[in-house]
């Protein structure tokens, strides 16, 4: 048998993909029908009479309309031209059906069920009998066949030894997998390293996960946040901090946003290796990029706070005028001078009031502004997606509408709020709404309702009662109906961004849609604009926004306030982690009394 490396010298000179691949070890041998075994790759390389020097100069491309990658080899794959249907002269809906029922049609149909149900024996079974049946795998296949191993090593939820037997497995012959893909000269893409990068961790090799993001990177293949996730999760759960860090930072170099679940964990990481500045760091890109955590996030934090390398660090006496300049240079909220005060912190979980007010150290907290000129380019981009999905037309006539009957002091969703509560849509609940909004606007002027045409057409619109108030909300300019085949949401959301008013909707704008506006600015403008409803013995009631941003705050006290997620119950109290010390006077502040 050969030991060492599986790869020629010459391939790994030339090519910094196989490189990586180098680092895997021989033995992963693959079993063919007649129960004997070969190496992998080996056989396949002895096929080339020299050296391939072209694999990375001229030969690997990205597609731009994609961000697919090619990874162009010296010689073609052979096409197993018997399996592939002859579609010259069938219909598209005929051509469908071939392909469907195609060898490799087949294969990928049972693969992506053995996907959905985390069948690995059954995939495995699968892609024996497709290599000993010279059928052609496909990148779907490989990658199914990739994210169902690398899913069982990670598995917890198996009973009676199954999980070490299921993981050993997948861990094996992933990684033989993968190299036959290569052998096979099939063109990886992201989600392929992703599923090699969580096989190498699952062997306790974030090492080689991280490389494969550097690879990958090299290759043109722009990184996903998921890329990272193996490596990064890895040396947190090894405490390799200097590593981590490495990896995070590496996040930043390729634009990739870590997320809750990236930054708990070097949360965590730091405040067990007693890194002070770098908890003060995350705990602000937790403000920052996640603004509301969860409850094993609060957890960590309230530890910290507890422990006694918290109150062993901090400043005593500070420069009063730095941290408020920091305050107003930030838009409130924080100061970002580092650790304020001395010695224990009073940790509780407590409430905030009404009015802001925190129940345990009756701090105030502050509605930290927004900007105008990100409102207005918030505006701007809400429009250009929305002209992007919608028919443009349609969009550009709503636009003119609304320049014309501008402004209002509440819009209104008026599919949302007809149905909150409701088996049916109910007229007499947007209406009861629509005349508390007047009540309480400075100008008495009626909120903008948004409405689909289906809604004002068609059902309990035929009702007279509801065409008189069709008909009144209509002649006060207070109605727009969307347009048959438009998704309304956009023009609801554009309207209040755009007139800088309230938003009665309790739509918590979580789907694909909201995604696409981003997770900075959105949220701290839905904070500051949303009012929700809840329906109680006492009838409706509407929700306005806080007076005060539900974010981790910093005060100028050196304080800290770290509001957790709520669930869907919208009048539920938030709990909130208060953890304060005892106040005292910086020097500065003696001085210029």
Same mark, same amino acid.
């Given at each position: 048998?050969? !030991?060492? +490396?599986?790869? /020629?010298? @010459?391939?790994?000179?030339?090519?910094?993909? $196989?490189?990586?691949? =180098?680092?895997?070890?021989?033995?992963?041998?693959?079993?063919?029908?007649?129960?004997?075994?070969?190496?992998?790759?080996?056989?396949?390389?002895?096929?080339?009479?020299?050296?391939?020097?072209?694999?990375?100069?001229?030969?690997?491309?990205?597609?731009?309309?994609?961000?697919?990658?090619?990874?162009?080899?010296?010689?073609?794959?052979?096409?197993?031209?018997?399996?592939?249907?002859?579609?010259?002269?069938?219909?598209?809906?005929?051509?469908?059906?071939?392909?469907?029922?195609?060898?490799?049609?087949?294969?990928?149909?049972?693969?992506?069920?053995?996907?959905?149900?985390?069948?690995?024996?059954?995939?495995?079974?699968?892609?024996?009998?497709? !290599?000993? +049946?010279?059928? /052609?795998? @496909?990148?779907?296949?490989?990658?199914?066949? $990739?994210?169902?191993? =690398?899913?069982?090593?990670?598995?917890?939820?198996?009973?009676?030894?199954?999980?070490?037997?299921?993981?050993?497995?997948?861990?094996?012959?992933?990684?033989?997998?993968?190299?036959?893909?290569?052998?096979?000269?099939?063109?990886?893409?992201?989600?392929?390293?992703?599923?090699?990068?969580?096989?190498?961790?699952?062997?306790?090799?974030?090492?080689?996960?991280?490389?494969?993001?550097?690879?990958?990177?090299?290759?043109?293949?722009?990184?996903?946040?998921?890329?990272?996730?193996?490596?990064?999760?890895?040396?947190?759960?090894?405490?390799?901090?200097?590593?981590?860090?490495?990896?995070?930072?590496?996040?930043?170099?390729?634009?990739?946003?870590?997320?809750?679940?990236?930054?708990?964990?070097?949360?965590?990481?730091?405040?067990?290796?007693?890194?002070?500045?770098?908890?003060?760091?995350?705990?602000?890109?937790?403000?920052?990029?996640?603004?509301?955590?969860?409850?094993?996030?609060?957890?960590?934090?309230?530890?910290?706070?507890?422990?006694?390398?918290?109150?062993?660090?901090?400043?005593?006496?500070?420069?009063?005028?730095?941290?408020?300049?920091?305050?107003?240079?930030?838009?409130?909220?924080?100061?970002?001078?580092?650790?304020?005060?001395?010695?224990?912190?009073?940790?509780?979980?407590?409430?905030?009031?009404?009015?802001?007010?925190?129940?345990?150290?009756?701090?105030?907290?502050?509605?930290?502004?927004?900007?105008?000129?990100?409102?207005?380019?918030?505006?701007?981009?809400?429009?250009?997606?929305?002209?992007?999905?919608?028919?443009?037309?349609?969009?550009?006539?709503?636009?003119?509408?609304?320049?014309?009957?501008?402004?209002?002091?509440?819009?209104?969703?008026?599919?949302?709020?007809?149905?909150?509560?409701?088996?049916?849509?109910?007229?007499?609940?947007?209406?009861?709404?629509?005349?508390?909004?007047?009540?309480?606007?400075?100008?008495?002027?009626?909120?903008?309702?948004?409405?689909?045409?289906?809604?004002?057409?068609?059902?309990?619109?035929?009702?007279?009662?509801?065409?008189?108030?069709?008909?009144?909300?209509?002649?006060?300019?207070?109605?727009?109906?969307?347009?048959?085949?438009?998704?309304?949401?956009?023009?609801?959301?554009?309207?209040?961004?755009?007139?800088?008013?309230?938003?009665?909707?309790?739509?918590?704008?979580?789907?694909?849609?909201?995604?696409?506006?981003?997770?900075?600015?959105?949220?701290?403008?839905?904070?500051?604009?949303?009012?929700?409803?809840?329906?109680?013995?006492?009838?409706?009631?509407?929700?306005?926004?806080?007076?005060?941003?539900?974010?981790?705050?910093?005060?100028?006290?050196?304080?800290?306030?770290?509001?957790?997620?709520?669930?869907?119950?919208?009048?539920?109290?938030?709990?909130?982690?208060?953890?304060?010390?005892?106040?005292?006077?910086?020097?500065?502040?003696?001085?210029?009394?």
């Amino acid at each position: 048998m050969l !030991r060492g +490396n599986f790869l /020629t010298p @010459s391939l790994i000179r030339t090519s910094p993909f $196989l490189t990586f691949l =180098s680092k895997i070890s021989l033995p992963l041998m693959h079993q063919s029908n007649c129960h004997t075994y070969r190496p992998l790759l080996c056989w396949h390389m002895h096929s080339f009479t020299k050296p391939i020097t072209d694999i990375k100069q001229n030969r690997f491309s990205v597609d731009l309309t994609t961000g697919l990658c090619t990874l162009a080899f010296s010689k073609k794959s052979t096409v197993n031209e018997s399996s592939a249907p002859n579609t010259g002269t069938m219909s598209n809906k005929s051509k469908k059906k071939a392909r469907r029922e195609s060898p490799e049609g087949v294969l990928r149909h049972k693969l992506d069920m053995c996907s959905k149900r985390g069948d690995v024996f059954e995939a495995l079974r699968l892609y024996d009998d497709a !290599r000993s +049946n010279g059928i /052609t795998l @496909s990148q779907h296949h490989y990658n199914v066949l $990739l994210y169902v191993c =690398s899913c069982k090593c990670g598995s917890e939820s198996s009973e009676n030894g199954d999980r070490e037997n299921n993981s050993n497995l997948g861990l094996k012959r992933g990684f033989e997998i993968f190299q036959q893909m290569i052998t096979d000269k099939v063109d990886p893409n992201e989600a392929t390293f992703t599923s090699v990068a969580r096989l190498a961790v699952a062997k306790e090799d974030p090492e080689m996960a991280f490389d494969l993001v550097k690879q990958i990177k090299s290759f043109g293949i722009p990184p996903k946040l998921r890329s990272y996730g193996p490596a990064l999760f890895g040396f947190c759960k090894l405490g390799n901090t200097d590593k981590a860090y490495e990896v995070d930072a590496h996040m930043g170099e390729s634009g990739v946003v870590p997320e809750e679940p990236e930054l708990s964990a070097l949360l965590k990481l730091s405040v067990d290796a007693k890194k002070v500045d770098k908890v003060y760091e995350i705990l602000h890109r937790l403000r920052t990029l996640v603004r509301q955590v969860s409850e094993s996030t609060f957890k960590i934090i309230e530890d910290w706070f507890d422990s006694v390398d918290a109150a062993e660090i901090g400043v005593l006496n500070w420069d009063v005028s730095k941290v408020r300049e920091g305050i107003v240079r930030g838009g409130g909220g924080w100061h970002g001078q580092g650790w304020l005060g001395s010695g224990k912190w009073r940790v509780e979980r407590t409430q905030i009031d009404e009015n802001g007010v925190c129940c345990s150290c009756n701090e105030r907290l502050v509605c930290i502004d927004i900007d105008p000129r990100e409102t207005e380019n918030f505006a701007s981009s809400l429009s250009n997606l929305a002209c992007q999905r919608e028919v443009r037309s349609d969009f550009n006539k709503f636009q003119e509408w609304l320049g014309r009957h501008a402004p209002f002091d509440a819009v209104i969703d008026g599919a949302n709020v007809g149905l909150v509560n409701q088996h049916n849509f109910s007229f007499y609940q947007l209406n009861t709404v629509v005349n508390r909004l007047r009540q309480m606007s400075p100008s008495k002027r009626m909120p903008l309702i948004i409405l689909h045409k289906g809604r004002v057409t068609g059902g309990p619109a035929q009702i007279p009662k509801n065409k008189k108030l069709l008909d009144i909300w209509r002649d006060a300019g207070a109605l727009y109906t969307t347009p048959p085949g438009s998704n309304d949401d956009w023009y609801w959301l554009y309207a209040a961004v755009n007139c800088k008013s309230l938003l009665v909707t309790n739509d918590e704008m979580r789907d694909h849609l909201f995604q696409l506006l981003g997770t900075s600015f959105f949220p701290r403008w839905k904070e500051k604009h949303q009012i929700r409803l809840s329906v109680s013995r006492d009838g409706l009631n509407l929700l306005m926004p806080p007076p005060y941003s539900i974010v981790i705050q910093e005060s100028e006290n050196g304080s800290w306030h770290v509001p957790m997620i709520t669930g869907d119950d919208l009048e539920a109290p938030r709990q909130w982690l208060c953890a304060a010390r005892a106040r005292v006077k910086s020097l500065h502040s003696l001085f210029s009394n």
